[in-house]
């Protein structure tokens, strides 16, 4: 296996922002590490914003990048990221069946449709593939409204889920409800492995407050931050904590920050543009590099997720918050994999998704709270990231599945 190519097929991948790229090129890299040749077919435009630019070629610790044009057109319409969606599957089939020595494909959720390619590829090459969901679909599809069980679309993805999880060697999934629902699918038990998506743990680290030029830039030096920081798409919406700081603006100490992008970012700007709020700040994605310094400038993670989504979708921006040593504000369900980790080790307060008088009330005992007792839980927090959820053993975990998957 030494000697064959793995093919990583993913629309979004590093320097892009988004956590489902960041995440394939930890799993990359660590194959790499392994002496597999790694190769790497991806968008040369950002995900959320098309304007940005990415090098066409790129090795970047052990990963061959190969970024193809006409990929991404941005986030805003939905029939253009279905067009570049299907411009991305066919390049990047005519690319996997002339790849030298392919050994195997590994393909996620990013497009929905990426099992289309890489079901091609391995019909045409006679390769393993492995699955790694990210999401579900048309599970996502269906909840969220955008068409109904009958419809052309939502027909192509549950054929294509049986496909590719039948074809598969190997199944990731990121959590037991996650795992749950595939098996419904199809019974894949045999071949599914549940591994959480680990934090980026190079780029972050605990900043205290008073060391953080991130908190003296934005003028929060002194403030009571809950942050909100990712995507603010679809089934992590933020509207009901925007609801709880338009309530909350008698509070001088306090501030909400809002940092990424996402449809839930024009609500931000549209309530900060109607309302004004003093207590509201909105900024883009911040840069890797400088992520520890935006994170840690919270001193309370924000994170959301409607109801319906539970198995469909998994919030990740749980692992930073824990990583820089924040207690969690979540916003969800109950069942779920953040609540089962506030119940499990008291690092949070939990409030039903909707439930605005509950997270303002939240919120005031938050603010109430022993400093003490906050620092107390981010300890926890994180000392739950350097155990049983570090990116260093998840990763070398992620890797002996593949190297089953492509033996």
């Keep these: 296996m030494r000697d064959k190519t793995i093919l990583v097929l993913s629309q979004v991948y590093v320097p892009d922002p988004a956590s489902v790229g960041q995440h394939m090129h930890d799993a990359a890299a660590?194959?790499?590490?392994?002496?597999?040749?790694?190769?790497?077919?991806?968008?040369?435009?950002?995900?959320?914003?098309?304007s940005v630019r990415y090098r066409t070629r790129e090795n970047l610790d052990g990963v061959e990048i190969r970024?193809?044009?006409?990929?991404?057109?941005?986030?805003?319409?939905?029939k253009l990221r279905m067009l570049a969606a299907m411009l991305f599957i066919f390049q990047c089939i005519l690319r996997g069946v002339f790849t030298r020595r392919l050994g195997g494909v590994l393909f996620s959720t990013s497009p929905p449709i990426c099992a289309m390619a890489a079901l091609t590829i391995s019909r045409l090459r006679g390769c393993p593939i492995a699955f790694w969901a990210m999401d579900i679909n048309p599970d996502q599809i269906l909840t969220l409204g955008w068409a109904t069980e009958k419809s052309m679309s939502v027909r192509l993805l549950t054929w294509l889920n049986r496909r590719l999880l039948s074809r598969s060697s190997r199944v990731v999934t990121l959590d037991r409800f996650m795992s749950q629902r595939l098996v419904a699918k199809v019974d894949v038990r045999d071949?599914?492995?549940?591994?959480?998506?680990?934090?980026?743990?190079d780029h972050l680290d605990v900043v205290e407050h008073a060391d953080n030029p991130f908190r003296r830039e934005h003028g929060i030096d002194d403030r009571f931050v809950i942050m909100y920081s990712g995507n603010m798409g679809l089934t992590t919406p933020v509207t009901p904590l925007l609801e709880a700081a338009l309530r909350l603006q008698d509070h001088e100490r306090l501030r909400f920050m809002?940092?990424?992008?996402?449809?839930?970012?024009?609500d931000v700007k549209e309530t900060i543009e109607k309302h004004a709020p003093r207590n509201v700040i909105a900024l883009p994605y911040q840069p890797l590099e400088t992520l520890k310094y935006s994170l840690s400038a919270a001193d309370v993670h924000a994170v959301t997720m409607v109801d319906e989504v539970v198995g469909i979708v998994h919030p990740c921006k749980v692992y930073?918050?824990?990583?820089?040593q924040r207690p969690i504000l979540f916003l969800g369900p109950s069942p779920s994999h953040v609540?089962?980790?506030?119940?499990?080790?008291?690092?949070?307060w939990h409030v039903p998704f909707g439930d605005v008088d509950a997270v303002v009330e939240t919120?005031?005992?938050?603010?109430?709270?022993?400093p003490q007792e906050l620092r107390e839980m981010g300890v926890r927090a994180r000392a739950i990231i350097r155990g049983r959820l570090g990116a260093e053993a998840l990763c070398h975990e992620f890797a002996d599945v593949m190297d089953e998957a492509f033996a």
């Excluded at 970024?67 to 939905?78: M, T």
């Excluded at 809002?258 to 839930?264: D, L, P, R």
């Excluded at 930073?320 to 820089?324: L, Q, R, S």
């Excluded at 609540?339 to 949070?348: C, N, P, Q, W």
């Design 30 to 50: 660590s194959m790499a590490r392994r002496g597999h040749r790694v190769v790497v077919y991806t968008s040369n435009r950002g995900y959320d914003d098309a």
């Design 67 to 78: 970024r193809l044009p006409l990929s991404s057109f941005g986030k805003k319409w939905l």
């Design 191 to 201: 071949k599914m492995k549940i591994i959480p998506p680990w934090p980026h743990e």
């Design 258 to 266: 809002f940092i990424g992008g996402g449809f839930g970012m024009n």
């Design 320 to 324: 930073g918050a824990m990583t820089v």
């Design 339 to 348: 609540s089962d980790l506030l119940e499990a080790d008291r690092i949070g």
């Design 363 to 370: 919120v005031e005992q938050i603010l109430k709270t022993d």
